[in-house]
C-alpha cells in the first residue's frame, strides 16, 4: 500500500480480532518531538476497555460455550468466517456452501459454523485457490439503520494521513468513489497538529448529521486517529461504519494493516499474526529477507529493484507472458538469499521459465552468478532459465556461469530477455 517505488508487505488483521485480544500497547508514530507537538496540553484519559461483543472461535465445542459466556442474551448472532480476504459474504465455500458471513438464531449458529470451520474458502480477493477457515467469529447482530464507509490511509500527496469517508458502506470504496463520487469525503491531517475536533466534524457531519450525541461521535474519530499513529497503521478500514437504531456510530466490521518496519515496537500486534493465511512463499521469503509477491502466471521473475522488477513484468506483458511473481532481491542479497529465491520460484508448480534480470550496482553479478549455480546444485531445475546480467562485475559474473556447465539461455538485454523467456515458456 506505500511507499515509494518499493513492495512493503503489510500484516493484515481484523478489528475483531483486536477487540478479542490482548490490549494493545500504544508507541509513538513519529518522533517523540512531533509526538509532544501533537499531544501538547492535552490530558490523557484513563484506559477504557472495549465492551466485549462477540468472540472467535477454533472448535465446534467452543460454540456453544462462547455464545453462553459472551452473548447470553443474543437471540441471533453473526457467524464470520476468519480469513484474510475480502468479499466474504459472497463467498463461496468448496464444500458448496455459499456466504462467509451469516446471520443465524443461536441454535443454528454451531451447524453453520460446522459447514466454515476447516473448510476453503474462495472470494473474489483469495484467487481460485480460496483459503482455509481456521476460525470462525461469533458477534451480536447489531440493529442497524445505516451503512457508512470510513477509513484512514496514507496519502503521498498531503504526505500525511487521510481520512476517507462516504455516506454510504458495504462495499468497497472503489465501487463507491464510481457510483456515488459526491458523496466520498476526504479530510487530510496536519501530522505537527493532529487531528483537531473541526476536522473530525467535518467527518461526523459528512456521514451522520443526525446522529445523537455529535460530540461522543467527533471523540470517536479522533481516537480512531489516534490509534492509527500509535499502532503504526498503514490502513485502518471501517466497513460498514454503521448507525444504530438509537443514532449512535458503531464500528459493525474492520480490518487494518499495519507497517512490518515497526514490528519492533508493536511486539503484541504482530504476535497476533497468522502465517497460515499467508501465500507460503511469501513466508519463506519474508524470513530470507526477500520482497515476494505471488501472482498467476508461466514466468518466474527474479530482479534487483523493484521498479526494475515491475518494468521486467510489463516486458514480460508486452511480449504476450504473465509474470508468476514479483521478487526483489534487494541490492545487497547473498548467495544464499539468491538460493532461496530460486527455492521460492521452483515451488511454484504454474512456473514455465525463469528470468533473471540483474542491473548491478550495488548488487554483484558474480554473486548473482554463483547465488544461482549452487542454487542448481540444491534445486532441480526442470524449467528453463534466461539470464540477464549487467552491471558491476558482469564479466565475472558470466564467467562463473559459462564454467558452471549448466544450460541457461543467456540475453544481452532486458527486451531479448522477456522475448526469450516468453518462448521458452512454449517449448
Known amino acids: 500500500m506505500l511507499l515509494v517505488f518499493r513492495f512493503v508487505k503489510k500484516s493484515q488483521l481484523s478489528l475483531e480480532d483486536l477487540n478479542n485480544g490482548e490490549r494493545l500497547a500504544s508507541s509513538a508514530w513519529r518522533s517523540v518531538t512531533l509526538r509532544r507537538r ?39 448472532v453473526v457467524v464470520k468466517a476468519q480469513v484474510l480476504a475480502g468479499g466474504r459474504g459472497l463467498g463461496t465455500f468448496k464444500n458448496g456452501f455459499k456466504g462467509g458471513v451469516h446471520i443465524v438464531k443461536t441454535d443454528q449458529a454451531e451447524d453453520i459454523a460446522g459447514k466454515m470451520l476447516g473448510q476453503i474458502l474462495v472470494t473474489k480477493q483469495t484467487g481460485a485457490q480460496g483459503k482455509v477457515v481456521s476460525k470462525v467469529y461469533l458477534c451480536e447482530k447489531m440493529p442497524l439503520v445505516n451503512e457508512m464507509y470510513f477509513s484512514i490511509i496514507l496519502d503521498r500527496a498531503t504526505a500525511g494521513p487521510l481520512i476517507i469517508a462516504c455516506s454510504k458502506g458495504g462495499t468497497s470504496i472503489e465501487d463507491l ?75 459493525a466490521d474492520a480490518k487494518l494493516n499495519f507497517d512490518d518496519n515497526a514490528s519492533y515496537r508493536q511486539k503484541e500486534i504482530f504476535a497476533l499474526r497468522d502465517s497460515s493465511q499467508e501465500d507460503p ?82 548488487m554483484k553479478c558474480d554473486v548473482i552468478a554463483s547465488g544461482i549455480v549452487n542454487a542448481a546444485k540444491q534445486v532441480q531445475l526442470k524449467v528453463p532459465v534466461v539470464v540477464r546480467l549487467e552491471g558491476t562485475n558482469v564479466e565475472q559474473g558470466k564467467r562463473i556461469l559459462k564454467e558452471s556447465g549448466m544450460t541457461l539461455i543467456t540475453a544481452e538485454d532486458l527486451d531479448d530477455a522477456a522475448e526469450k523467456a516468453v518462448k521458452a515458456t512454449a517449448s
Do not use: W
Not at 319 to 333: Q, R, S
Open 281 to 362: 512463499r511469501e513466508v519463506a521469503a519474508a524470513k530470507a529477507d526477500l520482497n515476494y509477491i505471488g501472482l498467476d502466471g508461466e514466468i518466474g521473475c527474479m530482479v534487483n529493484g523493484a521498479g526494475l522488477a515491475m518494468a521486467t513484468m510489463d516486458i514480460i506483458k508486452l511480449h504476450g507472458g504473465t509474470p508468476a511473481n514479483f521478487l526483489d532481491v534487494g541490492g545487497n542479497a547473498s548467495e544464499g538469499q539468491v538460493v532461496e529465491a530460486f527455492k521460492i520460484l521452483t515451488s511454484d508448480e504454474k512456473v514455465k521459465a525463469i528470468l533473471v534480470n540483474i542491473f548491478g550496482g550495488i
Open 177 to 251: 468513489a464510481e457510483k456515488f463520487p459526491d458523496m466520498i469525503i476526504k479530510v487530510p491531517i496536519d501530522v505537527f497538529r493532529g487531528i483537531t475536533d473541526e476536522d473530525a466534524a467535518k467527518v461526523v457531519d459528512g456521514l451522520a448529521p443526525k446522529v445523537a450525541d455529535r460530540n461522543d461521535s467527533i471523540e470517536q474519530v479522533k481516537k480512531l486517529y489516534n490509534m492509527f499513529c500509535e499502532c503504526d497503521c498503514t490502513m485502518l478500514e471501517i466497513n460498514p461504519l454503521a448507525e444504530t437504531s438509537d443514532n449512535k456510530l458503531v464500528a
Open 38 to 76: 501533537k499531544m501538547a496540553a492535552t490530558t490523557a484519559p484513563p484506559p477504557q476497555h472495549p465492551r466485549v461483543s462477540g468472540v472467535a472461535v477454533t472448535t465446534l465445542g467452543d460454540v456453544k460455550r462462547a455464545i453462553q459466556d459472551v452473548l447470553p442474551d443474543q437471540n441471533e
